[in-house]
């Protein structure tokens, strides 16, 4: 079993920024990718960014790129997301989830006025 544990969500101004992170725990090993997601009001759920824990390697949805950034930290049990120029797009409940798997976070809130 796997657990995640959002936090840093808020509100914040256009332009500023926040940062969240995502604490993992148990049997993660079995899962090398890890992946921000957000889903917006009346929009469906997307891919923000994902990170392989051993290598590091990421990659960006297109809307994101060059304003966030995820990495994960030395014991490769925390994954962050630096969310920098915010804009009112960006509101929405961002989820940590384990790529492809059923394990996701509650998720956070992240409102940008």
């Known amino acids: 079993d796997v657990q995640l544990v959002e936090s840093g969500g808020g509100s914040a101004q256009a332009g500023g920024s926040l940062r969240l992170s995502c604490a993992v725990s148990?049997?993660?090993?079995?899962?090398?990718?890890m992946g921000w997601f957000r889903q917006g009001p009346g929009q469906e759920r997307e891919t923000v960014a994902r990170?392989?824990?051993?290598?590091?390697?990421?990659n960006y949805a297109d809307s994101v790129k060059g304003r966030f950034t995820i990495s994960r930290d030395g014991t490769r049990n925390t994954v962050y997301l630096q969310m920098n120029s915010l804009q009112t797009d960006d509101t929405a409940m961002y989820y940590c989830?384990?790529?492809?798997?059923?394990?996701w976070g509650q998720g956070t809130q992240v409102t940008v006025s």
């Open positions: 990170i392989y824990r051993a290598s590091g390697w990421t």
């Open positions: 148990g049997q993660i090993d079995v899962y090398q990718c």
């Open positions: 989830a384990a790529c492809g798997s059923e394990y």
